[in-house]
């Protein structure tokens, strides 16, 4: 039986010439693959020598950088099981995480070190200064070369997602799942070995770790690693790329620029968007100013891509394109009875990349399932007769934000607790920018209470994407016969905000 480990099928797509580039940087600084072969190998020594065992959790939360892409490649060397969170979570957030996962190590930023001491766990930095460094003591290290045996549902990364009750769910993939995806899309993204990847995106989730850099690895590609969103960047780097996988914060930016032209995008063969609805406004703009059409698809953290739009063939704004090979997929009501074509219903899909469920949460794993293995995404689509789908909205009140997932309920908790407030609601409002902005709309308890002080009292406890954009304050929240508030109602009052 071959071993089912990630690194395996990467390190077997590697390009003959191991002196070829994989991550650069515009300052010159780069590793080509030999070398990230050889750093991930001295992690993973690392790793050994610190006793992490197969299935252990490795928690990390760093900022982007080449390092840490090693530190990932290393994780599924050693059979350890890799769990990234956002940079932007606070330590009060980070603390719920290291409780519910029980990680072998932690891996944060070193100036958070002293927030996690209270929870008696391991931890290192990937600083390269001082002592408690994985890259130091990978300096020191031979490179630990076994890959890891392990079956196809053996975890890989566990990535955290909103759960309809405020509480995040860590969703458990496996290296047969992110293989089976990125071999997929490696395919019918027609993945070249030239290709040069415009790599922006964090990779603290599914789209810049799992689509676009295992995309580039499958491809023995090179990949132009920039630290963060920055649109004059991405202008520079336009024409030396041929790849640009983005969300449509990425592509309203561009519109925006003064030096964005079709003549900068002559080299480019591909650009993608996901994580958050692409405007069809947006998708004829740009249409209209390159000539290249935005392939937009649509995916999950519990599965990776599920849909795309074609390589070859009509890309059409406001639909996510068709199940890839190998997902199923339908449109059902809310008692799972399939809908007929051209009717708005819950999508259901299931595939090789269908997670292996959430952390120690065989019930709500339960809850989201079908007893035939579909899971239930909860979000609101409709499937045309060619089997197109597009999205029309949310059974749940996920707010998309910038690419972020954001839950509301967990941001009205605290401000409910806040001194003056009454009550609250929190609702996506279209953001030119962002996809959704979050807007909190509050009854006041008592009149002095400002949109400030909201802010203020907000500080330190949520990761800044989920902060309000705007407070708006108002004398009650509409409500329905049940009592239940009328969210629809809400975003149809604040719709034009932005």
């Not at 030396?240 to 519109?255: C, D, H, Q």
């Not at 989920?466 to 108002?474: A, E, L």
């Amino acid at each position: 039986m071959s071993n089912a480990n990630l690194y395996e099928l990467f390190r077997s797509r590697f390009p003959a010439d191991m002196s070829k580039i994989f991550l650069q940087q515009e300052d010159g600084l780069h590793l080509t693959y030999g070398e990230i072969d050889r750093l991930s190998a001295q992690i993973a020594a690392v790793l050994k020598a610190r006793n992490i065992q197969k299935g252990d959790r490795i928690l990390v939360q760093v900022e982007k950088s080449m390092a840490a892409v090693a530190l990932y490649l290393a994780c599924l060397r050693t059979g350890a099981v890799y769990l990234p969170l956002n940079t932007a979570y606070t330590p009060q957030e980070v603390d719920y995480f290291i409780t519910d996962a029980r990680p072998a190590l932690l891996v944060p930023d070193p100036e958070a070190c002293a927030n996690f001491t209270r929870h008696n766990i391991a931890m290192l930095t990937l600083d390269a200064q001082g002592m408690g460094s994985l890259i130091t003591e990978a300096d020191s290290q031979d490179p630990f070369q076994p890959i890891a045996e392990v079956e196809d549902n053996d975890l890989a990364a566990i990535l955290y997602t909103s759960g309809t009750t405020g509480r995040s769910k860590g969703a458990m993939l496996s290296h047969k799942n992110l293989a089976s995806n990125a071999l997929t899309l490696h395919r019918i993204w027609r993945w070249r070995p030239d290709d040069i990847l415009l790599h922006a995106l964090p990779i603290f989730h599914v789209h810049g770790l799992f689509v676009a850099l295992h995309c580039a690895l499958l491809g023995g590609s090179t990949v132009w690693f920039l630290p963060r969103l920055d649109v004059d960047a991405l202008i520079r780097l336009l024409p030396k790329s041929t790849v640009l996988m983005g969300v449509p914060t990425f592509y309203s930016r561009l519109l925006g620029h003064p030096d964005f032209t079709k003549d900068l995008c002559r080299t480019m063969r591909l650009f993608i968007s996901g994580s958050a609805p692409l405007l069809e406004e947006t998708f004829q703009r740009f249409e209209q100013v390159t000539g290249q059409r935005i392939l937009e698809r649509y995916g999950m953290t519990e599965a990776g891509m599920i849909t795309s739009n074609p390589y070859e063939g009509a890309r059409l704004a406001g639909t996510v394109g068709f199940a890839l090979p190998g997902v199923s997929l339908r449109i059902c009501d809310e008692a799972g009875k399939e809908l007929p074509r051209g009717k708005i219903g819950v999508l259901e899909y299931k595939g090789p990349n269908l997670f292996q469920g959430y952390w120690e949460m065989p019930e709500k794993t339960a809850e989201e399932m079908r007893p035939d293995g579909f899971f239930i995404s909860g979000d609101m689509a409709i499937l045309d007769q060619e089997g197109r789908v597009s999205i029309v909205g949310r059974a749940k009140d996920l707010i998309i934000s910038g690419g972020f997932n954001i839950y509301p309920k967990e941001i009205e908790g605290l401000i409910d607790l806040i001194p003056g407030v009454g009550e609250s609601a929190v609702v996506g409002c279209p953001h030119p920018d962002l996809g959704e902005a979050v807007v909190a709309v509050i009854v006041r308890r008592k009149d002095s209470l400002t949109e400030n002080d909201v802010r203020e009292a907000l500080q330190g406890q949520l990761a800044r994407f989920k902060q309000p954009r705007r407070v708006i304050f108002r004398d009650s929240l509409p409500r329905n016969t049940m009592g239940k508030v009328q969210k629809n109602r809400l975003r149809d009052e604040v719709g034009n905000l932005f």
